[in-house]
């Protein structure tokens, strides 16, 4: 299995741009997770998935932004307009009640966004 | 979920065990004690959990005291590749289970 995929890995756009991350879970996994990582508030859960639908969005920062997972397969975490403070890693994850290790959290590679 | 407190830093010779310490006072009798590491710029990778019992696993090894107060996560016998932050989390299992990672403790192997 590739594990969890991330595209892009590094992104640098400039600010009021818009900006989308993409994620691929781990093929059967159930839960979606997306976590924001900067060195002055660590990792952070952003918004988790079950089954396609949002469940948690509480640690979303504000309506700049926004995920959405129109399918098994695929999610998105969209930023507009970003800004400067947005810049951080961006880390995916997935997980499946069904696996072996249920509830193990699979990390893809991260992007790293970088708003001018 | 409980909060729990690592030191801040540790070292560790190639070739000997690291015994990372985690204090969760705090913790439930639902909640478990998971540990993740992250080794620069990649995303967190899992290693290991348990409830109340000793764990061990190909990775490492799980120590948790009779009072579940505290725990220690054990490399038995440490490379240059385990150089991380390691993180202690305790929560509930289950996917509904939050991972909230503190700070974390930086481990450096060194030769």
């Known amino acids: ?116 | 979920d409980a909060k729990t407190t690592q030191p801040t830093s540790m070292d560790c010779a190639e070739g000997r065990a690291a015994n990372l310490p985690c204090n969760h006072s705090t913790i439930s009798g639902n909640e478990y004690v998971y540990w993740y590491r992250q080794i620069h710029s990649q995303g967190p990778q899992y290693i290991i959990h348990g409830l109340k019992n000793n764990e061990t696993n190909e990775m490492a090894s799980l120590i948790i005291t009779e009072d579940r107060k505290s725990s220690t996560l054990i490399l038995p016998h440490a490379t240059l590749r385990d150089t991380a932050v390691y993180y202690c989390i305790v929560r509930i299992r289950g996917n509904t289970g939050k991972l909230i990672f503190g700070q974390g403790t930086t481990l450096q192997v060194k030769p």
């Not at chain 1, 997306?34 to 979303?60: A, C, H, K």
């Not at chain 1, 959405?68 to 995916?92: G, H």
């Open chain 1, 1 to 116: 299995d590739a594990g969890v995929i991330q595209s892009p890995r590094h992104e640098v756009t400039e600010m009021g741009q818009e900006v989308t991350l993409r994620c691929k879970p781990i093929s059967g996994h159930d839960y979606l997770f997306w976590y924001r990582q900067t060195m002055m508030r660590g990792l952070e859960l952003l918004i988790y998935f079950n089954n396609n639908v949002p469940i948690d969005d509480s640690g979303m920062p504000e309506d700049r932004f926004s995920a959405k997972m129109p399918n098994a397969s695929f999610s998105t975490l969209k930023i507009q307009p970003s800004e400067p403070r947005d810049s951080a890693v961006y880390f995916c994850a997935s997980s499946s009640d069904a696996a072996d290790r249920t509830d193990t959290q699979y990390f893809g590679p991260g992007t790293r966004l970088t708003v001018l």
